[in-house]
């Protein structure tokens, strides 16, 4: 009876041959155990990377915003500082026009130099505008801005020549 039972059940006792479909199943099986272990890095990748992305953002913008707030600082140090310059150099402008006209024996004389003056000044300050318009548009070069202020200097040295001259005679 065992015996019997046995050969009429051969197919399942039998361990040298896989059962019908065997291949099959573990092939699925193997499948979806390398295919989960390929999701679940990814998973991780995605959300190192985006974690990645998202402090850089922010490091981006905080420096950013960083480097502005410093550029406009500096941008108002050096516009107050050349408003300065230039009221300096304004006021001893009209200082010197004003000495022009005391040195000058007339009316009509002081008229003519103070014209004179005010042709080579104008010629000047057209110059002075460009380079204040430049400077508008690049307020961190300082080249221009010491262009700007030779320009001054030389009005200042302009009058003081047109006095030394005036007040000899």
């Not at 479909?21 to 990377?49: K, Q």
């Not at 922010?58 to 410093?70: C, E, R, T």
């Not at 040195?103 to 010629?123: M, P, W, Y």
């Amino acid at each position: 009876m065992l015996e019997e039972k046995i050969r009429k059940n051969r197919g399942q006792y039998d361990v040298h041959e896989p059962a019908e479909g065997h291949f099959d199943r573990f092939a699925s099986r193997l499948d979806e155990a390398l295919h989960e272990n390929e999701r679940r890095p990814m998973r991780i990748n995605w959300r190192v990377a985006a974690t990645v992305i998202l402090l850089a953002g922010l490091l981006g913008v905080l420096i950013f915003q960083y480097s502005n707030n410093n550029s406009v600082v500096q941008a108002n140090q050096l516009s107050d500082e050349l408003t300065q310059v230039m009221e300096h150099y304004d006021r001893m402008t009209d200082q010197k026009l004003n000495d022009i006209n005391a040195c000058a024996a007339t009316d009509e004389e002081a008229a003519k130099i103070d014209e004179l003056a005010r042709v080579q000044l104008n010629e000047l300050e057209k110059d002075a505008v460009k380079l204040q318009q430049e400077l508008k548009e690049d307020e961190s070069n300082e080249r221009v801005y010491g262009a700007l202020v030779t320009n001054y200097r030389t009005r200042i040295k302009i009058l003081d020549n047109i006095i030394a001259k005036i007040c000899q005679l």
